[in-house]
């Protein structure tokens, strides 16, 4: 079944463009939103007037991927620009030569649907974020046992790596993005936020009972506009977070088993840190969604399988040590 050249989705009905000569999905064949040649080259000599068509029911997502709002434009045909419309999966209608150098700004014209004070400044958005993760982490490892025991800073400690795990993960998608020219910051989600406030408030009002309540949380992410072609740029951009997790992991591991055993627990609590990078990454290579291993999936499946089979591997292996008292005492006590 032939592709789109510029979504690389699956189509049944193809569209040949006459300027290019490449096969474009439905949403694509224009020639102005597959970005062809032949409009860049007549754009350079006279002002370009296109058409504002309308798009419906469109599913393309770009991660945490779970780490990218959508940004619903809305330009005169004076900029050259397309009117685009979007179910919340984030896909943007644009030249990438029209996107504003400042898209974050209040003048920028950008409306970000489901994105909490979508012009604060990203150093707000990143310490709330990081507050109410790390607030989840405290009521997801609370355990009256290891304070009895004296261990009540491990509960604070696996916060912190919990904080940094998520922060690490979308930090690298951020990066990568700037490194390759898109415009991002971290921003807090609507419905995340409502999502990680409900989990604080139902987790604090079950602390310490028999059945916990479940603690989800995704307050925010890195918003990273022009992420809807398939390449190179854009399939890195998805691939860094996971593999930020990977390296974070295998850094943890490896630190756990060279911490001397006379400072047990703090190895075995470090080793259980590692788990925790191994396990958001893992999760954010499943190949649906907004998460990242669907666009992963896309743009090299080699790439792909290799990170899922080092995740989950590690992952594995890490989850045997920790959970295996026998094995626990003999690496991390003895």
């Known amino acids: ?22 096969t474009y999905c439905s949403l694509h064949q224009d020639p102005i939103i597959h970005n ?20 419906t029911n469109v599913a393309q997502p770009s991660s945490t991927q779970p780490q990218y709002a959508a940004p619903s434009y809305q330009s005169t045909a004076s900029t050259g620009a397309m009117r685009g419309t979007t179910d919340g999966t984030y896909t943007w209608y ?7 150098e400042d898209a974050f700004s209040p003048d920028s014209g950008i409306d970000f649907k489901g994105i909490l004070f979508p012009y604060k400044s990203e150093f707000i958005h990143l310490s709330i974020g990081s507050a109410l993760i790390f607030v989840i982490g405290l009521i997801a490892f609370y355990s009256e046992l290891l304070i009895n025991r004296g261990y009540g800073w491990a509960i604070f400690m696996l916060a912190g790596f919990y904080m940094t795990a998520f922060l690490f993960h979308e930090f690298g998608h ?10 991002t910051k971290f921003r807090l989600l609507t419905f995340g936020m409502g999502l990680t406030a409900f989990s604080v408030v139902m987790g604090l009002a079950t602390i310490g009972s028999a059945i916990p309540a479940p603690t989800l949380a995704l307050p925010g992410a890195v918003v990273v506009l022009g992420l809807d072609k398939i390449s190179k740029e854009t399939g890195l951009c998805k691939a860094a977070g996971p593999i930020v ?39 954010n ?24 089979t080092s995740l989950l591997t590690l992952l594995i292996f890490n989850y045997i040590i920790v959970y295996d008292p026998n094995l626990q005492l003999l690496i991390y006590y003895y």
Request: proline share 8%.
């Open 285 to 308: 290579m499943i190949p649906i969604g907004i998460l990242d291993g669907q666009n992963i999936f896309k743009w090299s499946k080699a790439v792909y399988f290799v990170l899922i």
């Open 245 to 283: 997790n990977l390296v974070y992991g295998v850094i943890l591991l490896l630190l756990s088993f060279f911490i001397p055993n006379t400072v047990y627990p703090l190895n075995f609590f470090i080793g259980s840190a590692a788990s925790l990078n191994f396990m958001l990454g893992s999760f």
């Open 94 to 100: 644009r030249q990438e030569s029209l996107i504003p």
């Open 1 to 22: 079944m032939p592709k789109c050249y510029h979504c690389a989705e699956e189509i049944l009905q193809p569209f040949q463009c006459d300027g290019c000569g490449q």
């Open 36 to 55: 062809c040649s032949i409009v860049k080259e007549e754009s350079s000599h006279r002002p370009y007037q296109p058409a504002q068509p309308s798009y």
């Open 174 to 183: 951020r990066q990568v993005a700037k490194h390759f020219g898109f415009p």
